[in-house]
């Protein structure tokens, strides 16, 4: 089964119905670890953890953003070249980790959706990029998300970190999308919660607000995060599972 981020899916007011999102056991950081975020494309850090992000970078914590592709294939060619389309993302991107109040950032270029094709390279950069911040979490994309760029860097961010005895935590970003509370796949046992103070939930709506090729329509494409989809990221809370053991989903994007 494979997913599209066009049809509507679940909506934010279908979540909050479970009792469940709302009573997550807090996720705690050890105030000694930096924080690593690692992101498929840009948006993605601040979609799943940008209230982290600034909670972390104003609490003094050493942290890091490491995006790892360039985001060229978010629109169709004829709406956009996908040089200047990637262009357009990085700077966005970096309007957000200003937003965020300006966490280290790395941006290593692959081409959006070559994660798969490209595994070794990626894998031995990030080794790199891990191995110069031994004291921190790693925050990856939940490799059961059904898009194929997260779940390899979800997968590559899980050998890794287990490789070096790092805490692994991996946010969900589609699944609020294709999945619901009753889907068997919704990892509710490993889910946790970082509650956001009202600073860091302004900070991270600023953020998303620098998404502008991703949050507005372009010609006669819609958002690709439209206002059936934010509100899954403005909650008082980010979710983050904590179990290193790889999901079974089905779901899956190319």
């Known amino acids: 089964m494979t997913f599209d981020a066009r049809d509507p899916g679940t909506g934010e007011k279908a979540w909050a119905r479970d009792p469940r999102l709302g ?3 807090p996720a705690t950081l050890d105030p000694r670890l930096g924080l690593l975020v690692l992101a498929a494309h840009p948006d993605d850090e601040t979609l799943g953890a940008g209230g982290l992000i600034s909670a972390s970078v104003a609490a003094e914590r050493p942290v890091t953003v490491c995006v790892v592709t360039d985001g060229r294939a978010s629109h169709a060619a004829d709406l956009i070249d996908a040089d200047e389309l990637a262009g357009v993302r990085l700077e966005e991107l970096r309007r957000a980790m200003r937003a965020l109040g300006g966490p280290a950032l790395e941006v290593l270029g692959y081409a959006d959706g070559s994660l798969r094709e490209n595994r070794a390279a990626v894998q031995a950069e990030l080794a ?5 911040r031994p004291e ?10 059904g898009h194929r760029d997260h779940r390899v860097l979800g997968e590559i961010a899980a050998e890794l970190a287990a490789e070096r ?6 946010y969900p970003i589609w ?12 990892p509710w046992g490993r889910m946790r919660a970082v509650h956001l103070s009202a600073a ?3 900070a991270k709506r600023i953020a998303l607000d620098s998404y502008v090729s991703q949050t507005t329509p372009r010609g006669s494409e819609p958002p690709q995060l ?11 809370f980010e979710t983050f599972t904590v179990a290193s053991e790889p999901p079974s989903v089905a779901v899956e994007r190319p």
Request: charged share 25%; with cysteine.
């Open 23 to 25: 009573a997550l056991p």
């Open 200 to 202: 860091d939930r302004l």
């Open 226 to 236: 439209d206002e059936g989809f934010l509100p899954c990221f403005r909650r008082p």
């Open 128 to 132: 790199l990029v891990i191995d110069s």
């Open 136 to 145: 921190s979490v790693v925050v990856a994309p939940w490799r059961g998300d």
């Open 175 to 186: 699944m609020w999308h294709w999945a619901d509370s009753a889907h068997p796949d919704v």
């Open 165 to 170: 005895g790092l805490v692994l935590w991996e």
